[in-house]
C-alpha cells in the first residue's frame, strides 16, 4: 500500500513539472499585438511517467481478475480455428479473443508479456486522450490516480482496452473525423461492448445540461426507485449482446459503496452549478465531457439499489471525462477566490476516497519481483 501511494506522488510530481506556460505575441496585419498562452508539456518527463505508470500496471502478478485473464491466456491454443470462437455476438467478446491469439502466436506465450502489452497499449491512448484535453495535466493524472481509474487499470483488462480504444474515437469526433469515430467504437465494443455508450457523444456535446441529459438523470432516478422494474429491465438489455449477467449475480447483486457515490457527485454537483459558464464557454469538448460525466453519475445512481458490480463498471467507462471536466471546472471555471478553498478540499477528499478503498479492498501490490 505504500508502494502504491510513492508510486502516485511520482507520477503526479513529474506531470506537474512536465508542464508548462509560456507567452506568445502574434501581430495581425494592422500591426497590432495579441497576447497568447501556449501550453507545453516536456516529452521526456511525460515519457518517464507514462513507463512509470506501465511498469507498475503491467509487471503486477495479480489484483482482481488478473490472474483469471493469465490463466484464460496460458490456456489459449497457439493455432486458433475461427470456428472454434463458438459465437460472435458482442458479448463474447470476439476482439479481445483475436488479440489474445495474435499476441501468443506472434509476440509470446507468456501470460506476463501479454499483461506488459495490454498495459503499454491502453496507458498509452489515457495518457495521450489526457496530454490533448486536459487543461492541467497534473490535476487530471491526481484524478486519475485517485478516483480508482488506476486500480482499474490492473482489474478488468477487456474494458480497459475497450476504453483506451473508445478515448482514440471520442478525439476523432472532437476533431471532426466522424467515420473514423464510428469505426473505432464499433472496433472497441467487439472487445467489450459497453464501450457503444460513446456512440451517445453527437448527442452531448451541444450544451450542458440540456433537456435531453436532464431526461436521462430522471430516467436514472427513476429507475432507481423502481427497482425491480430496472432489474427486469437489465436482463433483457444485456440479454439482447447474449450477456448471461444474471449467471454471476451482476445485475442482482447489492448496491455500491455509498461513500464512492458521494465522492462521484462532486464532479455532477459542480457542473450544475457553473453550467452557464460552461455553455456560455462554447468549448464542444469540455461540454462533452461534463454531459459523459453526468451519465457516468447515472450508473452510480441506479448502482445505489442494485447490480453494483455491472453499473459501477458501466460507469467507469465515463470516467476519464469525469477527471478531464473537474479539472476545468477547477482551472478555469470557479473564481478564484472559490478555487483556492475548492481545489485543495476537492483534492483531499478524492485523497481520502483513495485511502479508504486502498484499505477497505486490502490492496497489496504483487509483482513479478516480489
Known sequence: MIFTFVISIIITWLAYYAESESIVVKYNRLGRSRRFKIRNIDTAMFCTLLAIVVCFVGLRTSYNDTLTYTNAFDQLETVLEFTEIEDFRLANN???????????????NDAQVMVLLYALVTLTFYFIFYRKWSQRLWITVYLFIVAG???????????????????????CFLTNKRGWFVFCVLLASTIHVYVLFYLLAPLLSDRLWSR?????????????VFVEFFVRLAYGVTGVFGAE??????????????????????????????????????????????NFTLIG?????????VGANM??????????????????LLVFYIPDWKRRYILPGC?????LYFSFDLYNRGFVYHSIFN
Open 94 to 108: 470476439p476482439g479481445f479473443k483475436v488479440s489474445n491469439y495474435l499476441i501468443k502466436r506472434f509476440i509470446s
Open 149 to 171: 481509474m488506476l486500480l482499474f487499470t490492473m482489474a478488468a483488462l477487456k474494458q480497459v482496452l475497450a476504453m483506451s480504444i473508445g478515448l482514440c474515437a471520442i478525439t
Open 212 to 224: 435531453k441529459v436532464i431526461l436521462i438523470i430522471l430516467g436514472a432516478v427513476l429507475s432507481g
Open 245 to 290: 449477467y444474471e449467471k454471476y449475480n451482476e445485475v442482482t447483486s447489492e448496491g455500491l459503496n455509498i461513500l464512492r457515490f458521494f465522492v462521484y457527485c462532486c464532479a455532477p454537483v459542480l457542473t450544475w452549478i457553473y453550467r452557464e459558464k460552461i455553455n456560455g464557454s462554447r468549448k464542444r469538448a469540455v461540454i462533452l465531457f461534463a
Open 297 to 305: 453519475w447515472c450508473f452510480m445512481f441506479i448502482g445505489l439499489f
Open 311 to 328: 453499473l459501477a463498471r458501466m460507469a467507469m467507462y465515463f470516467d476519464p471525462f469525469m477527471h478531464l471536466a473537474l479539472t476545468s
Open 347 to 351: 483534492l483531499l477528499a478524492y485523497l
